[in-house]
C-alpha cells in the first residue's frame, strides 16, 4: 500500500483564488511527521509546512495551512491568495518515528503540479 | 539562507567516467544525510542514508557499488556515480536533518542535474 497519496496529478487556480491541494497518508505508528514541500521548476526541494501527529492544532505558515484531519489520515494543503509564483510541483510527504531521537527517511507522494493563471 | 549547500547544480559527462557530488551542511553538524533521486515527472526516491564514520545504508534495489557515498566529516557527505551510464541521469538530491528539531529533513540541498552522454 502507498503510504503517501496525492490523486491530483494536476490542478489549476485562478490568481487570488484559494486551492487545496490533497494528500492522504497510511501509517501505524502513533508518532509522525507530515510536510509539505514546493518543487519549482529549478528542482530546489523548498520545506512549506510541518505538522506533527500530536500537534492538536491545524499547522499555519503564512498562506499555507495544512488540514490535519487525523481519523481520516489525511493533511491537504490550503494555499490561500494564490500567486503566479506558486505555480510548481507540491509534494506531500511523511516521516515515522518522530521523536526517537533517530533520523529516519522521509517518503513522498507522487506530487501535484499546481499551475495559478491570470 | 540555505542550510544545506549541494555542488554541483548540474553535471554532462561522459559515460564511462565517474561523477561526485558534494552535500555540505551549513553551520551544523550532521551525522545523518539522505540522498535522493527523482526521474522526471516522478517523486523523489530514498537512494540511501549516509552515517558520518560508518557505512552507508542503503536502500533495496540500489547498486552500492554504483553509487559510493562518504560520510567524511560532520559536514559533508560525498555521492560518487562510478562508471556512469545514460540511464543514471536524473536528478539528485541531498537531505541534512538538523539535530535538536522535530522537523527533521526539513531542508534539502540544491540538487544536482546528472546528464550521462
Known amino acids: 500500500a502507498q503510504k503517501i497519496t496525492q490523486t491530483q496529478p494536476g490542478m489549476f487556480v485562478q490568481e487570488k483564488e484559494a486551492v487545496t491541494l490533497d494528500c492522504t497518508y497510511d501509517t501505524s505508528d502513533p508518532s509522525y511527521g507530515l510536510f509539505w514541500y514546493k518543487q519549482p521548476s529549478s528542482g530546489e526541494m523548498i520545506f512549506l509546512i510541518y505538522?506533527?501527529?500530536?500537534?492538536?492544532q491545524n499547522a499555519t505558515e503564512g498562506r499555507y495551512s495544512l488540514n490535519f484531519q487525523k481519523a481520516r489520515k489525511s493533511a491537504n494543503l490550503v494555499i490561500s491568495a494564490s500567486q503566479l509564483g506558486d505555480s510548481a510541483m507540491y509534494f506531500c510527504a511523511m516521516r515515522e518515528g518522530v521523536g526517537t531521537g533517530t533520523a529516519s527517511k522521509l517518503t513522498f507522494g507522487t506530487g501535484t503540479r499546481l499551475q495559478v493563471t491570470l | 539562507g540555505a542550510v544545506v549547500s549541494q555542488h554541483p547544480s548540474w553535471v554532462i559527462c561522459k559515460s564511462g567516467t565517474s561523477v561526485k557530488i558534494e552535500c555540505r551542511s551549513l553551520d551544523f553538524q550532521a551525522t545523518t544525510m539522505f540522498w535522493y533521486r527523482q526521474f522526471p515527472k516522478q517523486s523523489l526516491m530514498l537512494m540511501a542514508t549516509?552515517?558520518?564514520?560508518?557505512?552507508?545504508?542503503?536502500e533495496q534495489g540500489v547498486e552500492k557499488d554504483k553509487f559510493l557515498i562518504n560520510h567524511a566529516s560532520l559536514t559533508l557527505s560525498t555521492l560518487t556515480v562510478t562508471s556512469a551510464h545514460p540511464e543514471d541521469s536524473s536528478f539528485y538530491i541531498c537531505?541534512?536533518?538538523?539535530?535538536?528539531?522535530?522537523?527533521?529533513?526539513?531542508?534539502f540541498g540544491q540538487g544536482t542535474r546528472l546528464t550521462v552522454v
Open positions: 505538522q506533527g501527529s500530536y500537534d492538536q
Open positions: 537531505s541534512a536533518p538538523i539535530p535538536g528539531t522535530l522537523i527533521s529533513e526539513a531542508f
Open positions: 549516509s552515517n558520518e564514520g560508518s557505512k552507508a545504508t542503503y
